[in-house]
């Protein structure tokens, strides 16, 4: 009797999991603490989410973010971390990520991870196929994946690969199959990194749809404006433990705001303020064309002319597959199509480039948008990245000096401020941020004349971008010339002297800083297209 | 003064200082697990035998054996791991290469009566080129290292048996044979000792450049404030590896010293090993394994890397040949028989990835020389040669399964 009794008196706090009232937390995680060697990841960290909502969750680079949801998704088994997680009103302890996706727990990783040379419909069911004592059904995968890829609302043939489809794309194909899985809590890391202006908008659409279905998701993100625009909290990570967690309708709620959070003061200016010293025209490239690799007769890039002055930052701005990151890799040693023709100059002198070693000779560098798969070597640690292109600078005879290595890299960490123990962790080991650091130092290191960043700030927090710019401000007051690809417009109009506009290959605007913005940007876009 | 007093007057002291070294021991085997491992295993595996043959194993003339009888695996594995870093790329023709070879130095030396010096370098400058046409195709025409060198293993095994018809090939002259034969003289011989006095001052003067190394080294760590080891494990490690070093050229000094092969080999290994630490083409070998996008990006001619990957294969199997026709002392169509899988088995077992771009040459080296101590240890102790192989087989898989399993937990 008593004990009844006891436990009428708990009942509003006992439910049974399924019948929640939309204010209940969905996920309660508590005093999560996560270790690496030589790394506190997760200190103490406490995260609740509410049945229902869109929660962001935000901090610099490093501040564990990712490394917070691999705990909930049981990447991490329960062992390697200590504290609590509280699920639909249960404890939980999941030895691996499928037994967080039975709960109902889906994530989708920073980076995509589907099998390019398979269907959607045999992406969508992966791991999780429509079979009957191991023999697959064709027919139900199509026709449920189908059904799937309606209400994430693409429009694609299931039976399309899917390296055949862009990247915005195969993005809500991670989400139909999170839906396949039954999904209850959505876990997304950084979904719109690498997704353009509309594939972004259609994404956060679909978030605020799911959530009418009852489904709560959590989303990680370094772009403040979509966060504001979509989540109904807001919870802070500094250096691996909570700050707070911000609510919508609270007044306070801003990016400014958060930023505040994050960086722990107020960043008043997005963009450092800068004049540039332009000097004489420097690099110029005429008449470039360039084909298409495989495909005969496709032409990727024409007839472009671009000129970059001494110590300006000239941007190159376009929507997401208009060629910009082609035309740079095939200026960047050929390293991109066939039969390139053109000419590239250098202080009005013709540069003859017929390979990478060529153009990095040369004063030329590419600081790649894809780190992970063209930027770095993973497994190898900080020092290595960094002095690969300029290993001659290091050496003697061919002979490496590792003091020397050292030392440099060491400079390049403190300066560039990333965030390692030391410089012989290895680059996996690295936030997205402070990987994407590493990437621009092993070209500062190589001392171009010229440096190409393409999307030199995706997947950075703003106090990190804010340093990047500062860097590029500095490289270009030295007297160098710095041609900025970015899909970001606002990045463009805030960091470059100049703009080109690209469409489908062609040059089709040049924008001077003082006459550019959204619109003209835009306008110069659809006029062509 | 002050400082002694209070140390004595403070018994906890004592107690803290042996904890800390306790922690800082355990803290870093837990950390170099991996790194260890294998020479770990190794001395199992040697005490093993030892145990089994009743000391017979590191009996100073078996001791000598192992070296004599496994030289090539030594040689053969050096080159295959850096096939394998450059990308998970293997050779499996490297038998048949050494088998082919076998048959140049034949015909040049036993039929043609050539004199051995330009035989040798004929021979060298064949390996060279069998692995320039492996490379071109691997590395230009980008076919997968597997099939090229399958081809190869068909091919220059079929080649050296026609050539030969079938036949074998001997006897070659004394000098010849002396490569896998010969000592180096004793310089000392004058003392009544039964003793090879010429070996012990060599394994005293390699400990002496060592240790002396090991101690510049530490400065220089220390100098730049980085961090070292504590000096206790320091020297732990130090005075381990100065008595193998001594304990072996001890084992060499009774029988009858240094083996020539055992200089080419100590030469071969001492250069590779700077070669793949410290030079700028040993670091394109990593970097083109870790990730050959990322380093053709760093104006890397992984091309060019990967082929002169294969012509130097080449070269070293073509060493290894010339040490085996020298032991057998005959140019054999059978000779050199699944000498690649010796020579990959050895890279795994020393924890080269299959993936590239993890491994070294000194792991290498460990892994031969555990496949060394099995084919030895076994033989000594009568085992069947079909289950030898079994054995070396079972022992491949669970050493790499080791590997592979504390690496995972490493990373967590
Ligand atoms: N496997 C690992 N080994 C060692 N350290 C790690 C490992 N994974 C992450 N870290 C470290 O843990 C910290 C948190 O990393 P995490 O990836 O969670 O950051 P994040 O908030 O997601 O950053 P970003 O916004 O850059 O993606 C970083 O300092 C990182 O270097
Ligand atoms: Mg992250």
Redesign the interface.
Known sequence: MKDLKASGLDAPSFYLPGDFNMNKNILEMKNITKVFPGVKALNNVNFHVVSGEIHALVGENGAGKSTLMNVLSGIYSHGQYTGEIIFQGKECIFKDIKDSEKMGIVIIHQELAMVPYLSIGENIFLGNERAKAGIINWDSTHVESEKFLKRVGLKEDTHTLIKDIGVGKQQLVEIAKALSKNVKLLILDEPTAALNEEDSENLLKLLMEMKKDGITSILISHKLNEVLKVADSVTVLCDGSTIETLKKGDSLISEDRIIKGMVGRELVDRYPKHVSKKGEVYFEVKDWNVYHPFIDGKKIIKDVNIKVHRGEIVGISGLMGSGRTEFALSVFGKAYGRNISGSILKEGKKLQIKNIRHAIKNGLAYVTEDRKTAGLILMQDIKNNISLPSLDKVSKQNVISENEEIKVAENYRKNLNIKSPSVFQKVCNLSGGNQQKVVLGKWIFSDPDVLILDEPTRGIDVGAKYEIYTIINNLADQGKSIIFISSELPEVLGVCDRIYVMNEGRIVGELDRKDASQESIMKCIIRYS | METIKSGKSNPMRKEKVLIIILNNLVGFLK?NIGKYAMLIALGLIIIFFQIRTEGRLLLPMNVTNLILQNGYVLILAIGMVLCILSGGNIDLSVGAVCAFIGGVTGTLIVNMKMDMVSAIIIALLIGAAIGAWQGFWIAYVRIPSFIVTLAGMLIFRGLNTYWLKGLTLSPFPKKFQQISAGFIPDIFSGFELDLNVTALMAGFVIALIYTGLQIKKRL?RKK?N??CPMIFLFVIKLMLVVAVIMGFSYLLAQHKGIPIVLVIIGTLILIYHFFTL????G?YI??MG??E?????????TNKVLFLTYVNMGVLASIAGIVFTSRLNAASPQAGVNFELDAIAACFIGGASAYG??GTVVGAIIGALVMGVLNNGMSISNVDSAIQMAVKGFVLLMAVAFDVLSKKK?S?
């Open positions: 950390n220089d730049q980085l961090k410290k030079t700028v083409p670091r990593y970097a870790g990730n996008k990322a380093a053709k990006l760093s104006g890397i001619n771009g993890v490493l967590q």
